[in-house]
């Protein structure tokens, strides 16, 4: 099974950190955990992505358990032009997109 | 940075026309993907190629036909649009040279195209 679990919604201020957690409890040892985004309209983009290591880009950090079966992605100050949907992906076989998590950040 | 580039943001078409979407990217990138886009049911793969001429079904290819003559050029073809094509249709690459690793790879979306069939 290659789902992972999101929170179907969360909500942050404009200039707080925003921590999207995700599960992946079955993830094997050579998948990559990666993280994607959908603003409104627009094709998904990619964020960050990362294997056993925390990762950090300009974009987002990106937090993974030492068990590998969580992972959470910080984005350190949401902007308004951070509200979209999240996706968490477990690269098994091919990035599955599943519903994400809608973030909504409020001024 | 990456561009992916898609033919129309916005189609809309009759049933039983042949309908043609175009995917460029401008990165050299191998492999190249179709997928589409319905509510409640995620991103699905529907085709993609690895290399010039080459092609692979994903999970709903059924009404599909794609088309890879050049490297930087992917096209989705529906042979005769039905009503339940309506959807929206996004096309991605990546650059991932070996074949197994194709799809497991970062991948990058163009804006994707909303086909509307009557």
């Known amino acids: 099974d290659a789902k992972t679990t999101q929170p179907n919604s969360m909500e942050s201020n404009e200039e707080e950190p925003v921590h999207l957690p995700c599960n992946h409890s079955t993830i094997s040892g050579t998948d990559y955990i990666h993280w994607y985004r959908q603003l409104p309209s627009q094709g998904p983009e990619y964020v960050i992505h990362g294997l056993t290591s925390n990762v950090n880009n300009r974009m987002a950090s990106l937090a993974i358990a030492e068990d590998r079966k969580s992972s959470t992605l910080i984005l350190h100050r949401a902007t308004l032009r951070d509200a979209a949907v999240y996706y968490c992906?477990?690269?098994?076989?091919?990035?599955?997109f599943g519903a994400g998590t809608q973030v909504v950040v409020t001024p | 940075d990456v561009k992916v580039t898609q033919s129309s943001r916005y189609l809309v078409k009759r049933t039983g026309e042949k309908v043609f979407l175009e995917c460029v990217q401008d990165?050299?990138?191998?492999?190249m993907f179709w997928y589409r886009q319905d509510p409640g049911l995620g991103l699905r793969l529907i085709y993609f190629s690895y290399d010039v001429k080459m092609k692979e079904k994903g999970d709903i290819p059924e009404g599909y036909s794609v088309s890879r003559e050049k490297k930087e050029r992917f096209s989705l073809i529906l042979e005769s649009a039905s009503t339940n094509q309506t959807s929206m249709y996004l096309c991605a690459s990546s650059s991932a040279k070996v074949q197994g690793r194709a799809l497991r790879e970062t991948q990058y979306f163009g804006p994707g195209t909303r086909l509307l069939v009557l």
């Open positions: 992906i477990r690269s098994w076989g091919k990035l599955q």
């Open positions: 990165m050299d990138h191998e492999n």
